[in-house]
Nanobody, 123 residues
Framework: QVHLVESGGGSVQTGGSLTLSCAASGEITSNYYMGWFRQAPGKAREGVATFDGDGSAFYADSVRGRFTISRDNAKHTLYLQMNSLRPEDTAIYYC?????????????????WGRGTQVTVSS
């Protein structure tokens, strides 16, 4: 079992920044694929950022150039630096982890999900 706990959400104005953290515990190893998803009110869940099979960061078009994903394997912690935030970034952000597939993770089928942290961006 893997336990994921997000933190760092909050309320900011347009153009502001936030950094989300995800602390992983349990059977997590550096071989797990990890990433971030989000779900806005009334909308489907969507992938935000992850790492591909080569370990390169991969982003949704809507956040590329504004968000940065990083990972500290020694601390079992995943981060998401969010800059130039927009009202459309308002959502619950979830940390996800998958034992074996970046493809399955990005498809929304990750093995483990955190409970999420709320990000609200006001205009």
């Amino acid at each position: 079992q893997v336990h994921l706990v997000e933190s760092g959400g909050g309320s900011v104005q347009t153009g502001g920044s936030l950094t989300l953290s995800c602390a992983a515990s349990g059977e997590i190893t550096s071989n797990y694929y990890m990433g971030w998803f989000r779900q806005a009110p009334g909308k489907a869940r969507e992938g935000v950022a992850t790492f591909d099979g080569d370990g390169s960061a991969f982003y949704a078009d809507s956040v590329r150039g504004r968000f940065t994903i990083s990972r500290d394997n020694a601390k079992h912690t995943l981060y998401l630096q969010m800059n130039s935030l927009r009202p459309e970034d308002t959502a619950i952000y979830y940390c996800v982890a998958d034992r074996g597939s970046a493809v399955e993770l990005w498809a929304g089928n990750a093995d483990y999900w955190g409970r999420g942290t709320q990000v609200t961006v006001s205009s």
